[in-house]
């Protein structure tokens, strides 16, 4: 029996131009030729101006991976934009998403703030959380890092009210995992126990403050995306790019 594969794509930051459309697309082909995929997370920053017509060309991209595709916004979309041109609920609230990825549950959590480009998980977020069975595994989806990533530009704009997230997770017996965007860059971390793992952009890459020689943001760099194997409650990730 096979387990479980799980894609994140993250800031596609689809613009109208030609660049940041044919990264997507390249992207979109390669989790096209996957001998198989069972879900595609896309951790936000859909849109680079939150246009209705950015959503639907991204949404008319992604829609051709044989996978549900399940999005949440970043400091850089509009969410009425948003849910109208990705097709999903009108509403005004936080666009927070539930799904399953084989015996997991999977949350994608709005930590966009209309307005600001920090980010922040709301009561309502953190309360699908608490709600999720402490004893299943869990993976939560937000756009906004809630910790340092020595990355001046990253850090000065990360989500701010960790402690409420660590609250929320604390009482879990079950593996949590944490899957963020927001940074450009693939890393990896731990935040309050569990781990945290940074899915890379397709638009562009963003260098460390300290590495002078990756650049401080790259547009010729590949696009990249994150590749999840949930085998039983154990995660383990495999980076790639287009």
Do not use: K
């Not at 998980?121 to 340092?148: I, N, Q």
């Amino acid at each position: 029996m096979s387990v479980p594969l799980l894609a994140q794509v993250s800031d596609t930051h689809i613009d109208g131009g030609e660049r940041c459309t044919q990264r997507l697309r390249d992207v979109v082909e390669r989790l096209r030729s996957l001998d198989r995929l069972d879900l595609v997370v896309v951790t936000g920053d859909v849109a680079d101006h939150g246009e209705p017509q950015e959503y639907a060309l991204a949404r008319r991209l992604l829609e051709r991976v044989e996978a549900p595709v399940h999005w949440l916004p970043g400091n850089h979309d509009e969410r009425s934009a948003f849910r109208a041109g990705l097709g999903l609920p009108a509403g005004d609230g936080p666009i927070d998403q539930e799904t399953m990825l084989g015996e997991a549950s999977v949350l994608m959590l709005d930590s966009s703030v209309p307005g600001e480009d920090g980010g922040w998980l709301t009561d309502s977020s953190l309360d699908r959380v608490r709600a999720t069975a402490p004893d299943r595994t869990l993976l939560v989806c937000f756009h906004h890092p809630p910790v340092l990533l020595h990355s001046a530009l990253v850090d000065s704009i990360r989500q701010d009210g960790q402690e409420r997230l660590a609250d929320a997770i604390a009482a879990r017996t079950a593996p949590t995992y944490l899957l963020a965007g927001h940074a450009h860059v693939a890393a990896a971390t731990t935040f309050a126990g569990a781990p945290l793992i940074i899915g890379p952009a397709t638009a562009t890459r963003l260098g460390p403050d300290w590495d002078p020689g990756a650049g401080v943001l790259s547009f010729d760099e590949p696009p990249g995306f994150a590749l999840h194997v949930l085998d039983g409650d154990r995660l383990t990730t495999h980076y790639r790019v287009a």
